[in-house]
């Protein structure tokens, strides 16, 4: 029995990716759980049917892969929208939820033969080795489900084109997504042409769901990448302030080490008045004040008088 052989692996897989993301992950999100429930359900659905052995169960067990199935498009437009920082408003969500819900009770109705919305006839069939499949001659609502999946996926299309051209679309999550839902979309569509005795969209959920978690570590890892340098740019930052703020504290302390007469000097200095005012104004020699502003530069560490007003200033306005 190859084919429940293969859904039996797919369902392992995703219970088992399903399980460690949810109890070891640190830093799970609540949508990726669902996501990953949701391919547990619907791989469950399909490995069921294949172990079928009446028509009634093989429609149950169909249906519970439809439950997965139909919660998986929604669950994707969420974590794109979370990617692109559009968080929906809860009644959108809601909203989201009960046409989910609808749409499930609409695929629903072929655990009764009698309404042939969804399915006009489903028989069981078995493949050579035993495995049950059903053969389905869609009815006339089936269409609807094609119209909920496409409407999702052109939704997507439409949310990432426009992130894109206001330049706010990332190459990480997003581009997984879509990728994810077109690859299932299309297996999708094409198993609605053709007789398959095996369900590919179990294999391809699986890969999708494995690709998803990937590129959500690798996305993780650059956040985490990208903190760790904004950190260290701010401390790169904070440490090229520093020395300034301390050079600013000692200047201010070395202000009161000023003899009187250097203060005075100073004072004309921060007044804005010339070198012939000053010797004016305190009626010394040339030589004097060389003498004066020696000490003052020795004083407060600065070595021309542009840098002793700057950094007087700087002091001043830290007061």
């Known amino acids: 029995m190859v084919i429940t052989i293969i859904y039996s ?8 990716i399903f399980g460690v993301y949810t109890f070891f992950f640190k830093s799970r999100e609540k949508l990726f759980v669902l996501l ?21 169960f093989a429609l149950f067990s169909n249906t519970l892969a439809y439950f997965g199935s139909t919660f998986l498009p929604m669950l994707m437009l969420l974590i794109l929208l979370e990617s692109l920082a559009q968080k929906p408003r809860k009644r959108t969500v809601v909203a989201l939820v009960c046409l989910a819900v609808s749409v499930f009770l609409l695929t629903a109705t072929q655990l009764f033969p009698s309404i042939k919305l969804y399915y006009e006839d489903a028989t069981l069939l078995f493949t050579e080795d035993g495995a049950a ?5 869609y009815g006339p609502c089936h269409i ?100 300034v703020d301390e050079r600013l504290a000692a200047f201010a302390e070395n202000l009161k080490a000023l003899t009187p007469t250097e203060k005075i000097v100073l004072g004309h200095y921060v007044a804005g008045k010339t070198t012939a005012e000053t010797l004016e104004a305190m009626c010394i020699t040339q030589n004097t004040l060389k003498y004066h502003n020696k000490n003052l530069y020795s004083k407060l560490y600065v070595s021309s008088r542009k840098e002793l007003l700057e950094l007087y200033r700087k002091a001043e306005k830290n007061q």
């Open 9 to 16: 692996i797919a369902l392992l897989f995703a219970l088992l």
């Open 36 to 56: 990953f429930g949701s391919i547990a359900i619907t791989n469950l659905g399909y490995l069921l049917v294949s172990l079928s052995k009446t028509e009634s």
């Open 133 to 137: 499949y059903l053969d389905k001659e």
């Open 144 to 243: 609807l489900y094609t119209l909920y999946l496409m409407g999702y996926f052109i939704t997507m299309i439409c949310f990432s084109m426009s992130a894109i051209l206001r330049k706010k679309m990332e190459s990480g999550k997003q581009t997984a997504v879509l990728l994810a839902v077109f690859v299932n979309l299309c297996v999708w569509l094409a198993e609605q042409f053709t007789l398959l005795e095996l369900e590919f969209l179990a294999v391809s959920y699986l890969i999708s769901e494995i690709f998803l978690l990937i590129f959500r570590q690798l996305i993780l890892e650059n956040e985490r990448l990208k903190a760790s340098l904004a950190a260290e740019t701010q401390k790169a930052v904070k440490a090229a302030e520093d020395p």
